[in-house]
T-cell receptor, first 115, second 114 residues
Framework: AQSVTQPDIHITVSEGASLELRCNYS??????LFWYVQSPGQGLQLLLK??????LVQGIKGFEAEFKRSQSSFNLRKPSVHWSDAAEYFC?????????????FGAGTILRVKS | NAGVTQTPKFRVLKTGQSMTLLCAQD?????MYWYRQDPGMGLRLIHY???????AKGEVPDGYNVSRLKKQNFLLGLESAAPSQTSVYFC?????????????FGQGTRLTVV
């Protein structure tokens, strides 16, 4: 079965510092991968997605992520964090066909931004 | 531009009561999902549907039932609510595995079972 691991439950960075949130997945084929962000009390907003092609994908709000098949990873990065980036971030994998077309999420990483 | 709409937004139930959560999407999406979100556990898939008239179990289906009688609606039922079902419930929909498979989410339903 497909699964997603986000090793860091909480991360705290200073405003203006760079950010990397880790995501590892388990899946038997080329995955469809996503990063979502959730602000307190809100629904989920898509930051970026990887379906195929270029392994470095750009998203909204200055975020990017790199798909590394050899490491089964899809880490999210941002060069300079803003206070408004404080939120919870979720990595997700969509398993198609024999994997049941399920969209499975990691447990999330809570980002805190210090001023 | 409604997107995915969940009703109700809040509900308090007594143990043993039943209720139905409604998810409606106006994007003609094939796939629809129900998740529950609990602190530290992310979003866990309850049930999902890959088309009208079809449903499948997710990671945590026990205590829930679903129906997809119309393409635009996906209903989540709790037959006999338990305190362990206190959670925030999210519905999502996506076009499916052909084309853009991004999932769009509703704003959530906060359910408390006392």
């Amino acid at each position: 079965a497909q699964s997603v691991t986000q090793p860091d439950i909480h991360i705290t960075v200073s405003e203006g510092a760079s950010l990397e949130l880790r995501c590892n997945y388990s899946y038997g084929a080329t995955p469809y991968l996503f990063w979502y962000v959730q602000s307190p009390g809100q629904g989920l907003q898509l930051l970026l997605k990887y379906f195929s092609g270029d392994t470095l994908v750009q998203g909204i709000k200055g975020f990017e992520a790199e798909f590394k098949r050899s490491q089964s990873s899809f880490n999210l990065r941002k060069p300079s964090v803003h206070w408004s980036d404080a939120a919870e971030y979720f990595c997700a994998v969509l398993g198609v066909r024999e994997y049941g077309n399920k969209l499975v999420f990691g447990a999330g990483t809570i980002l805190r931004v210090k001023s | 531009n409604a997107g995915v709409t969940q009703t109700p937004k809040f509900r308090v139930l007594k143990t043993g009561q039943s209720m139905t959560l409604l998810c409606a999407q106006d994007m003609n999406h094939e796939y629809m999902y129900w998740y529950r979100q609990d602190p530290g556990m992310g979003l866990r898939l309850i049930h999902y549907s890959v088309g009208e008239g079809t449903t499948a179990k997710g990671e945590v289906p026990d205590g829930y039932n679903v129906s997809r009688l119309k393409k635009q609606n996906f209903l989540l039922g709790l037959e006999s609510a338990a305190p362990s079902q206190t959670s925030v419930y999210f519905c999502a929909s996506s076009r499916g595995r052909s084309g853009n498979t991004e999932a769009f989410f509703g704003q959530g339903t906060r359910l408390t079972v006392v």
